[in-house]
């Protein structure tokens, strides 16, 4: 999922006193970067300022690595960047003559070299700012892609006396979550209410799960049945930290009340830190709950159903995987690879559809036990890999609700001279019968959506029935 982020705070200043000096001709310009973009070997060192000569190596990476790099129309990019570029010059009250958008032909070399120019002259104009464009140009450009797996990793901040394990923002988790609101609002389904209170200044502020929030900042999360922007604050990543006020509802009682949350540091539940764990339910069903594709995690959920396994017969597997945004699709592979061999688990394709089919690992012992699966619209990327192949091949069934549709294609990272990462699939994604998923997610065995009034009463009816179906 791509969002454009504030940029770091100090990045405007990293190398102030040479941001006074105009851009020198491109002729005079360092050629020492060059455009050519390569995989990361060890750890990057420090980050320095973006420049036009970045964005010119992220352009072209992406040009000539980008699943459909061959065959995207570059100008495309260059808008997405020149728009971001003209907005930010709008925000700071100095808009400028010279930010005129060039025209482009679709000869890629030529049009970025209009671009250039105009980009230099606008930016020359404005020197305590070229940090700032830079940033949002890039930002925009890869945002232009439109995929959920294409990111610009830079500025990253951790906040003051932060720990490891610790979460940033309002305490609370809603219906539609974050990575929904930032990939596909328009699969949301309201009413918008809370289904967690992690911590934090929710904790502190009495909401409970249940609870419905008729209003963020004063305006309504859902409009005519379609999300609205307003459910990004919810969401706020550091150093955001702007206050949300929220008009909320507490069906119980016919309480309403209103709010003003600070996003902060607050620190979580160790268990919610746990990526596998597990559980007995009536004494032979296997409950696993898995948050994420970590490396090892498929070993670790085949042993936990092994100890479960321990002196009594179990008689099916009920495996969790809400609220997983995905990780190694190794380690799905060998996931599916416990309840079926011999199967294509998905495909991975050029822009001119030649397809590798990745298989399962036969070598991985088969459980031979019954499988249910729970799914929501936080199960993302390799999650969906593995959601999609139990359906396709009839593994076991989903229950709950449809997944988040993440899942363009496995991400590569490249470096750029400024130290900063690109990253972006090489080929797209498709499931074991060559559907696509992405933007659309794996639809359910049996659709059963939580409540506002299951959450308020701590009900889980999706696994109520998974176990009933175990139970058939």
């Not at 003209?86 to 209009?114: C, H, V, Y």
């Not at 906040?159 to 979460?167: A, F, L, Q, S, V």
């Not at 209410?193 to 419905?212: C, I, M, S």
């Not at 031979?368 to 396709?392: G, Y």
Request: proline content about 6%.
């Amino acid at each position: 999922m791509t969002v454009i982020r504030t940029a770091a705070a100090g990045l405007a200043l990293l190398l102030a006193a040479a941001c006074t000096a105009p851009t020198p001709p491109r002729s005079e310009a360092s050629t020492a970067t060059g455009t050519a973009c390569a995989r990361p070997q060890g750890a990057p060192g420090a980050e320095t300022a973006t420049t036009i000569d970045v964005i010119e190596q992220a352009y072209f990476c992406i040009l000539g690595n980008y699943y459909s790099g061959a065959t995207l129309d570059a100008r495309s990019l260059l808008s997405a960047g020149f728009v971001a570029l003209t907005q930010e010059l709008n925000r700071d009250g100095r808009d400028l003559p010279e930010a005129t958008m060039p025209a482009l032909t679709g000869d890629r070399k030529a049009d970025w070299a209009a671009f250039e120019a105009v980009y230099r002259k606008t930016t020359d104009q404005v020197p305590d700012l070229r940090d700032k464009l830079a940033v949002v140009t890039l930002e925009a450009i890869v945002a232009g892609l439109g995929d959920n797996h294409a990111r610009w990793t830079h500025g990253v901040q951790q906040p003051p006396d932060y720990y490891d394990g610790d979460g940033y923002g309002l305490g609370l988790q809603a219906n539609v979550n974050g990575p929904q609101v930032e990939g596909n609002p328009g699969t949301a389904v309201g009413p918008l209410f809370v289904t967690t209170v992690q911590g934090g200044a929710a904790q502190a502020a009495g909401l409970r799960p249940g609870d419905l929030i008729e209003s963020i900042n004063g305006s309504a999360p859902f409009i005519d049945g379609k999300a609205t922007p307003a459910i990004n604050a919810l969401y706020p990543q550091y150093p955001q930290a702007r206050p949300v006020r929220l008009r909320l509802l507490r069906q119980s009682t016919g309480r309403r009340w209103s709010v003003t949350l600070k996003p902060g540091l607050y620190q979580r539940d160790l268990a919610a830190l746990q990526v596998v764990q597990s559980k007995l339910l009536d004494d032979d069903i296997a409950y696993v709950r898995l948050r994420g594709f970590a490396s090892d995690s498929a070993n670790r959920v085949l042993k936990a159903i092994s100890r479960l396994r321990t002196s009594r017969t179990l008689t099916g597997v009920v495996l969790d995987l809400r609220g997983n945004g995905g990780g190694s699709p190794v380690e799905a592979i060998r996931l599916v690879s416990a309840f079926g061999h011999g199967k294509v688990t998905a495909y991975l394709c050029t822009v001119d559809n030649k397809c590798e089919a990745l298989r399962t690992d036969d070598t991985v012992e088969l459980l031979n036990l019954p499988l249910v699966v729970l799914t929501d619209r936080s199960c993302a990327s390799a999650c969906e890999h593995f959601s999609s192949a139990i359906k396709d091949h009839h593994l076991g069934r989903l229950v709950g609700t449809r997944t988040a549709g993440v899942i363009s294609g496995p991400a590569q990272s490249y470096l750029l001279s400024n130290n900063t990462t690109l990253g972006f699939p090489s080929r797209h994604h498709l499931g074991p019968d060559r559907e696509v998923i992405d933007q659309i997610g794996v639809p359910p065995d049996h659709y059963v959506p939580l409540t506002p009034k299951d959450a308020a009463a701590g009900r889980d009816p999706a696994l109520a029935r998974a176990l009933t179906s175990l139970h058939k």
